[in-house]
């Protein structure tokens, strides 16, 4: 509908041009003395041999109107076509700054939609946390309270630290979780890691508000009395560290890591990072 609009516009500032052109030559006194010398002196208009005689003095006399005025309706024409480029450069700046709001607005649109949509897989998608539910340290640690005075000279052997943790997905979806790996070593000023051989491949479907599977990770090395003591002193601590993957009910592969230590008492979560590594492959967590 607006298409056709503007194009009965254009047509109609078209035949009005024309009209006006046409009405500035026949009026012209040049065009009007032209006209009148096509005519015999004395003879009525009906006798001038017809429309054809008619049409045949007015193209004559337009293109005498023509010659005699041309430097001035060349003149006019640039003119006209100045003006005409001009307007077309205001319409075409005027479209392009529409345009360009009218891509903002968009993209802003476009970012708000990724935006929202991120916040709801955000709050709906599944959270990984850890959660260690027991050690085999609390006797060793225990007796080395008790004993008093300076160390024996001998260390008595204790069975190496293990302890027992759970991956718990405190998220609104489940997670399908693909690959652990965990370490219990001593802290190390060199802040060196190494991992153990984790629970690689297993594929459990943890749901939401729920645990899952129990995981041990064992101590690594020999283990004495006089280790225990060194704990509840606080002159050395172990460090419980880890990281695992899974893939989330909107097909994101995520990982968590984390690290716990513990000084003579409960191991204390004191690092934890969530991290997105991209889509599954024909993988889902339904």
């Known amino acids: 509908m607006v298409k056709r609009l503007g194009s009965l516009a254009s047509s109609l500032l078209f035949v009005i041009a024309v009209a006006i ?17 096509h005519q ?5 208009p009906e006798a001038t041999g017809g429309p054809l005689h008619g049409i045949s003095a007015f193209v004559d006399c ?11 309706l060349t003149a006019m024409a640039l003119l006209s076509i ?41 709050a709906e998608r599944a959270h ?12 060793p640690l225990e007796n080395a309270r008790l004993e008093a005075g300076p160390e024996p000279d001998i260390a008595t052997p204790v069975e190496p630290p293990c302890i027992d943790y759970v991956l718990s997905n405190v ?24 991992y153990h051989p984790g629970e690689a491949g297993l594929l459990e479907l943890v749901a939401p508000q729920s645990d899952s599977r129990v995981m041990r990770c064992r101590f ?4 004495t009395s006089r280790e225990a003591r060194a704990l509840v002193a606080g002159t050395r601590a172990l460090l419980f560290y880890g990281d695992a993957s899974f893939v989330d009910a909107f097909g994101q592969v995520r990982g968590v890591k984390w690290q716990c230590r513990c000084t003579g008492g409960n191991f204390d979560l004191i690092g ?6 991209g889509r599954a492959e024909n993988s889902s967590a339904a």
């Not at 015999?40 to 009525?44: D, M, R, Y």
């Not at 990984?128 to 006797?139: G, R």
Request: charged fraction near 25%; include cysteine.
């Open 128 to 139: 990984l946390l850890v959660n260690v539910k027991a050690s085999n340290l609390d006797k």
């Open 62 to 72: 337009e293109g005498k109107f023509l010659e005699a005025n041309a430097s001035t």
């Open 82 to 122: 100045a003006f005409f480029a001009f307007a077309l450069q205001r319409s075409t700046a005027r479209l392009w700054q529409a345009g360009e709001r009218h891509l903002a607005i968009a993209e802003k649109a476009v970012e708000s939609a990724r935006l929202g949509a991120q916040a709801a897989m955000g």
């Open 272 to 277: 934890f990072q969530e991290v997105e590594t």
């Open 21 to 37: 052109v046409v009405a500035a030559t026949t009026l012209a006194s040049s065009y009007r003395d032209c006209l009148r010398s």
């Open 220 to 223: 690594r090395g020999d283990f």
């Open 40 to 44: 015999p002196l004395g003879a009525p």
């Open 171 to 194: 998220g609104r979806t489940a997670a399908l979780l693909r690959d652990v790996r965990h370490a219990l070593a001593w802290d190390s000023p060199e802040g060196l890691r190494s």
